[in-house]
T-cell receptor
Framework: AQTVTQSQPEMSVQEAETVTLSCTYD???????LFWYKQPPSRQMILVIR??????QNATENRFSVNFQKAAKSFSLKISDSQLGDTAMYFC????????????FGKGTRLSVIA | DTAVSQTPKYLVTQMGNDKSIKCEQN?????MYWYKQDSKKFLKIMFS???????INETVPNRFSPKSPDKAHLNLHINSLELGDSAVYFC?????????????FGPGTRLTVL
């Protein structure tokens, strides 16, 4: 079974600074997807960024980028130029490439951006 | 237009009651999911349906019965509600044909059992 570990329950960062959220996972699959979802106080689950395991290039979406280390089974999220609106729970998630498989989530990291 | 919608958004009820949560997606996706988010914010899969057929049932009590009348709808009926059922329930959908990988979530339903 796949597991996803987020070792930082809470983090804080000053506005305009950069912060990195950690995620490690365990799987015997060779092809899979990794995601970061954001859940603000509104409770909506918002996709931040996705990575396909067979792609070596790290995904980037505006101020959000990942450091994907497949051998180390690590998938960290870097948020640059942090904004107050980035305050949220952030969930790392894994999904097998094949079939109708669900997401397996980590326990989340609560990020607070401080003015 | 809302891609994945759920009704109701909030549900407060007494122990022992039966309640339903509805989910609809207008994305043309073929797979739908129910996830449960507990009080510690942990999200876990409950059920998955593909083209109206149950694919995944993750050790969920049989008081929970999903129903998919068509590909665009996946409802969740809960019998004899218990205090431990209090949680936020999320519906999600995805197109698995063509290898689309992103799941889109509904707004969630916060269920409170008193």
């Amino acid at each position: 079974a796949q597991t996803v570990t987020q070792s930082q329950p809470e983090m804080s960062v000053q506005e305009a600074e950069t912060v990195t959220l950690s995620c490690t996972y365990d799987t015997s699959e060779s092809n899979y997807y990794l995601f970061w979802y954001k859940q603000p106080p509104s409770r909506q689950m918002i996709l931040v960024i996705r990575q396909e395991a067979y792609k070596q290039q790290n995904a980037t979406e505006n101020r959000f980028s990942v450091n994907f280390q497949k051998a180390a089974k690590s998938f960290s999220l870097k948020i640059s130029d942090s904004q107050l609106g980035d305050t949220a729970m952030y969930f790392c998630a894994f999904m097998k490439h094949r079939g109708n498989t669900p997401l397996v989530f980590g326990k989340g990291t609560r990020l607070s951006v401080i003015a | 237009d809302t891609a994945v919608s759920q009704t109701p958004k909030y549900l407060v009820t007494q122990m022992g009651n039966d309640k339903s949560i509805k989910c609809e997606q207008n994305l043309g996706h073929d797979t739908m999911y129910w996830y449960k988010q507990d009080s510690k914010k942990f999200l876990k899969i409950m059920f998955s349906y593909n083209n109206k057929e149950l694919i995944i049932n993750e050790t969920v009590p049989n008081r929970f019965s999903p129903k998919s009348p068509d590909k665009a709808h996946l409802n969740l009926h809960i019998n004899s509600l218990e205090l431990g059922d209090s949680a936020v329930y999320f519906c999600a959908s995805r197109r698995t044909s063509g290898g689309q990988d992103t799941q889109y979530f509904g707004p969630g339903t916060r269920l409170t059992v008193l």
